[in-house]
């Protein structure tokens, strides 16, 4: 979005008391404070209002990030000597580095595929959603117009954030590990439990504090390091809440998934053959995992909208509840 929308620009921290167009409703939401269930209707209602656009963007990512993750699992970990191995009773060194191999090999293309599949839907679903907040139109072409200078941003921010939650889990557990390297073996799994813990708290805590920085780089039209401190500054006093509404859409978006599976699961038992419970053999054939993928893929379609959606509009729920971005909107939209 340009200045001139409103969103570009920020406001001034609160708002005067009872100065609130609370019936002021042009787009998808209502410009007031939302809650989380007019946060998870409006990122449905966005999808549904630009739904040609919506899966012009998430068909394609959808399907070349479930080919990738459904080629690696065929290739890396169907039919493998040493994860098989594993499942017996013993099993030689080579056989457990054949097996991390492959489950290394398999893990690094399926997260190098999400990782480019969420930047990319994330980068055009954001305009989408703060397009449709206004009631305007949302073209696939204006929209990537858009989002197409960001993109590059907004994957270095995608990487410097989990990078920094995935560092809070390193630096958690590198003193135990140390400590059981070194022949500390006293306490070290305690030690190496109670460290991970930490770290894992540590890695939500940054994760929700940094969750608004990409509607905030794509939207704002800064830098990766301004949009991480806009999104601790947007945070901070409301970090429960955050998480509240972003675990709520995982929820939603997990049942979802869970849903879709469940029918791809039989239709993959009754093509091949195999048992409904065959995604966890190893000499599942490449029929199961082809209609497995395509269940997924399904899934995804359905849910990575939800999850953009919720995260644009929570940045702008934010805005409006700190720099009151519903009046300047509102004044926008009445000229």
């Known amino acids: 979005m340009n200045d001139a929308s409103g969103l570009a620009t920020r406001g001034p921290e609160g708002r005067p008391p009872g100065d609130r167009p609370s019936r002021f409703h042009p787009g998808v939401i209502p410009l007031r404070p939302l809650s989380a269930t007019e946060i998870l209707g409006g990122a449905v209602s966005s999808a549904r209002a630009h739904w040609r656009t919506v899966l012009g963007v998430v068909v394609p ?9 459904t080629t690696a699992a065929g290739i890396w970990m169907r039919d493998n000597p040493g ?24 893990a690094a293309v399926e997260l190098l595929a999400t990782l480019m599949g969420t930047v990319m839907v994330t980068a055009m679903l954001t305009v989408v959603v703060s397009r ?21 941003r907004l994957l270095g921010l995608t990487l410097l954030v989990l990078s920094l939650a995935c560092g809070a889990v390193i630096a958690g557990t590198a003193p135990a590990l140390v400590a059981v390297l070194v022949g500390a073996t006293s306490g070290g799994g ?12 540590a890695a939500v805590w940054l994760w929700v504090r940094y969750c608004l920085a990409a509607p905030a780089l794509m939207l704002e039209k ?3 390091r301004t949009a991480l401190r ?13 998480l509240g509404v972003q675990l709520l859409a995982m929820v939603v978006a997990f049942v979802i998934s869970y849903v879709v599976q469940i029918p791809a699961s039989a239709v993959a038992a009754a093509l091949t053959g195999e048992s409904v419970t065959g995604a ?9 995992l082809a209609v497995m993928g395509v269940g997924a893929a399904v899934a995804s379609v359905l849910t990575l909208p939800l999850n953009a959606g919720v995260t644009a509009l ?17 004044q926008h939209t009445e000229r």
């Open 190 to 201: 305690l030690l190496i439990l109670l460290g991970g813990a930490a770290g894992c708290v």
């Open 132 to 152: 449709a907040v206004l009631g305007r139109a949302a073209t696939f072409t204006d929209v990537w117009r858009d989002a197409r200078p960001r993109i590059g």
């Open 314 to 330: 929570l940045y702008m729920d934010q805005r409006i509840r700190r720099e009151a971005l519903d009046l300047k909107l509102a």
């Open 61 to 69: 990512v959808a399907v070349l990030v479930q080919c990738a993750s």
């Open 83 to 106: 994860l098989e191995a594993l499942q017996g009773s013993r099993a030689s060194t080579a056989e457990i580095l054949d097996a991390l191999r492959a489950t290394l090999g398999g």
């Open 222 to 224: 800064g830098d990766v």
């Open 230 to 242: 806009r999104s601790a500054t947007l945070v901070r006093g409301d970090w429960w809440r955050v």
């Open 280 to 288: 966890a053999d190893l000499s599942v054939s490449w029929g199961y």
